[in-house]
């Protein structure tokens, strides 16, 4: 956890793990909402065969009703239209025949199918009844074109003596009497028994597609919701380890600082390598600016610099002090200029001792040095006149193995002039001033 915490998490692996997530959710849902489309198909499929079986389990008592009504107009008026109607939808419609075909589906409905079988050889049972009424029909009619199958049909002796009217009667009570009504009865009650498994299996069926459809949507569900939570997840993540730490380090850019390693294990990376070219470019820059702007060999502001600082001065609060070394050119010749050098670079040190660190040391020149001690508008001059003496002072002395040396000095108050132009005229005229005095001295100019 602690190498995860120093690194940050990879913007690569949030992103695999994306792609990862999107598509193993994505094929769950793909997978799931196949399976809910067969759960439907056998959903619509199993309503389909409810009412295929109920439709087969109706014909059939269609069927048999359509051959009661049949035989008992035959019987009651003896039209033949009646008997051919019969005998078409018994052995051409074969309704009944193709009810129990329809209902013969599988074992589910072995049951269902065993009722309506029942009610089919009653129905059958019951034509033997109904093939002897028209048989005494057709004896009383004295009908000779009929369906062969009713030449197998023997007439009893006691019903062969009966007259024609009594025949026509006689069929007439065979289908219309409570026995004959008793057996269809039987045959609807098998039929409604038929109708009742079929209702119960595919309530059975109904019930368990439907448990199963909405365990299957239930789990769609979880899945897109884990989805899309992973999702925001991840979003979330890689707009406080991506977007966020860029908008912020596009900031620290535009205001020229360090961009804050934070973030994505690869924009800490990118971070660490532009903090490391930045903080190279600022000090080179740095190094630039101030070989651009110092001497190289006092460390003072070269003429760049004081040009620099001159730009920017408050007249107002600040002396000007110009000094130059007293018979430098003499120490050259005799000395050498590695002793002048060392001489000048003593100099220096001396006015970084004595003078403040808000107040700046400029070479202008060979041996000429400007002072400005900003911020100095109630500074008295009995002040300034001890910082030359004192500057002096050290300057005389040789325990460094350097000749002693002085300067002459001119100091001006930038209040006492218009402009910088005029502010170094001034200044150098009071140098000039000290100059003529016999050196070793300074002048403020009024």
């Not at 389990?57 to 051959?67: F, G, T, V």
């Not at 498994?197 to 069926?205: A, G, H, N, P, Y």
Request: overall charge negative; some cysteine; glycine content about 4%.
């Amino acid at each position: 956890m602690e190498k995860i915490k120093d690194k940050g998490l990879s913007l690569r692996t949030i992103h695999i793990w994306l792609i990862i997530t999107v598509v193993i959710t994505s094929g769950i849902v793909i997978f799931m909402t196949f399976r809910l489309t067969n759960t439907f198909q056998r959903l619509s499929e199993a309503e389909e065969l409810h009412t295929e079986l109920g439709n087969a389990a109706h014909e059939l008592m269609d069927a048999s009703d359509y051959l009661t009504e049949s035989v008992q107009r035959f019987t009651v008026n003896g039209d033949m239209r009646f008997l051919e109607q019969y005998f078409t939808e018994a052995f051409e419609s074969n309704r009944r025949e193709e009810a129990l075909e329809r209902m013969n589906v599988g074992k589910n409905t072995s049951s269902a199918l065993q009722q309506l079988r029942e009610a089919m050889n009653h129905s059958v049972n019951l034509m033997n009844q109904e093939y002897y009424a028209m048989r005494l029909v057709i004896e009383a009619k004295g009908y000779t074109d009929y369906p062969e199958i009713l030449d197998a049909v023997e007439i009893s002796p006691e019903d062969a003596y009966l007259s024609e009217d009594q025949k026509i009667r006689r069929a007439t009570e065979l289908v219309l009497n409570d026995d004959y009504y008793d057996q269809k009865d039987r045959i609807r009650k098998d039929m409604q028994e038929s109708l009742k498994e079929v209702d119960s299996l595919m309530q059975s069926v109904k019930d368990r597609e439907l448990s199963t459809l909405r365990r299957e949507i239930m789990m769609v569900c979880i899945v897109i919701v884990l989805q899309v939570i992973s999702i925001l997840v991840m979003v979330r993540l890689t707009s406080v380890l991506g977007i966020h730490p860029v908008l912020k380090a596009v900031d620290r850019i535009k205001e020229d600082s360090p961009i804050p390693e934070t973030g994505a294990n690869e924009f800490r990376y990118l971070a660490k390598a532009y903090n490391k070219m930045y903080s190279r470019y600022r000090t080179s820059l740095e190094n630039l600016n101030y070989k651009a702007s110092h001497d190289e060999l006092t460390g003072a502001y070269n003429r760049a610099g004081y040009e620099l600082l001159v730009s920017g001065l408050d007249l107002e609060s600040t002396y000007m002090m110009l000094l130059d070394v007293d018979n430098f050119k003499y120490i050259n010749d005799t000395y050498g200029h590695e002793t002048g050098d060392n001489i000048l670079i003593k100099l220096v040190q001396v006015l970084n001792s004595i003078f403040r660190d808000d107040d700046c040391i400029c070479r202008i020149g060979g041996d000429e040095f400007v002072v400005f001690m900003v911020h100095s508008s109630g500074m008295p001059q009995r002040l300034i006149e001890s910082k030359i003496i004192q500057i002096n002072d050290e300057l005389a002395k040789t325990e460094d193995g350097l000749p002693p040396i002085s300067i002459s000095v001119g100091v001006v108050n930038g209040k006492n002039v218009d402009d910088v132009e005029s502010l170094f005229e001034k200044t150098d005229a009071a140098m000039y001033e000290s100059k003529k005095k016999g050196k070793h001295t300074y002048t403020f100019y009024s």
